[in-house]
Each structure stands twice: as structure tokens, then as C-alpha cells.
């Protein structure tokens, strides 16, 4: 399913990105730039990770913060994890990430 839709991200207090199941490694090189851009105009991001078995989100969220880590001009980070678990009936896992950059 594809809904299109237009809003500029200062409409929005907190903006919220997922990496979906069956993306792979490329998806999370993008999403950590694209999180790096939004916490240049944002205080935080919530982020959800999903994947096929128990250990997809874990595993993703491991290689988003190593990228995010690797970065030369970063802001000072704090990752918080927020909701997980397993989609009731599917085989559907996930975990919500808050990434919030810290203020002096």
C-alpha cells in the first residue's frame, strides 16, 4: 500500500521514521543521515524497528547507533528504548527508539 502525502517536518513536534522488516543494511545507512539532518532542527526523534523474528529490531537498532557513533560531527546523543514486542496473530517484531540530542 502507498499513501502519498505533503507536510514541511516544522509541522511537526516529534517526527517518527521506521525501518521495515525486510529492509536491509542501506535503509539504516539512510535513516541514520536522514536522523542526523532532523536533529539539527529537532530535539528528538522516535524511531521503530521491526523485523521478522526477535532478534531483527535488536540487531538493527545495534547497527543504526555503531553508524550514528561513526559519525565525525555529531550532536552528543541519548538513546532511549521505548515500547517492544510482538504483533499479536504475525510473525512481526518490533522495538520504538527515542533519539534525543542533548541540549548545553
Known sequence: MRLEYSFEIGQIEVPRFSVEAVEGIGKVFTLATLVMNVLEVKAKVELVFHGLNPEDPGRKIEAFRRI????????QLVFEEGEGGAVPGSSSYYQWVIVRKITA
Do not use: Q, V
Not at 550514528?68 to 550532536?75: F, R, V, Y
Open 68 to 75: 550514528i557513533d561513526g559519525a565525525t560531527s555529531k550532536p
